[in-house]
């Protein structure tokens, strides 16, 4: 089991930026196993979409809707990957999910998600 806590989350304005951050932990073989970690989102009224993952080699894969503001990375020693939202759009509006997934797989574990808010 993987348990994965996120941190970060809230209310900017159109324009602003945030950093999400997750912590992962859990067996070292399902740490191990699970090397590949992102954020998905659900904002309201939406479909549940990719925002960004990061695997433990540094492959990365943007969603269409976030490339050129949104910045994945991670740091292995830590398990943790961290998000930086920069240039905020009222539509980035939503809940964001921490992920673990083997490379190329759904994932299997989520954390809890955080909210984040882009209004003025």
């Known amino acids: 089991q993987v348990l994965l806590v996120e941190s970060g989350g809230g209310l900017v304005q159109p324009g602003g930026s945030l950093r999400l951050s997750c912590a992962a932990s859990?067996?070292?073989?399902?740490?191990?196993?699970?090397?590949?970690m992102g954020w998905y989102r659900q904002g309201p009224g939406k479909e549940r979409e990719l925002v960004a993952t990061v695997s433990d080699r540094g492959a990365i894969n943007y969603g269409d809707s976030v490339k050129g503001r949104f910045t994945v990375s991670r740091d292995n020693a830590k398990n943790t990957v961290y998000l930086q939202m920069n240039t905020l759009k009222p539509e980035d509006t939503a809940v964001y999910y921490c992920?673990?997934?083997?490379?190329?797989?759904?994932?299997?574990?989520w954390g809890q998600g955080t909210q984040v808010t882009v209004s003025s």
């Open positions: 859990g067996s070292i073989y399902d740490l191990a196993t699970m090397d590949t």
């Open positions: 992920t673990m997934a083997r490379l190329h797989h759904d994932p299997a574990y």
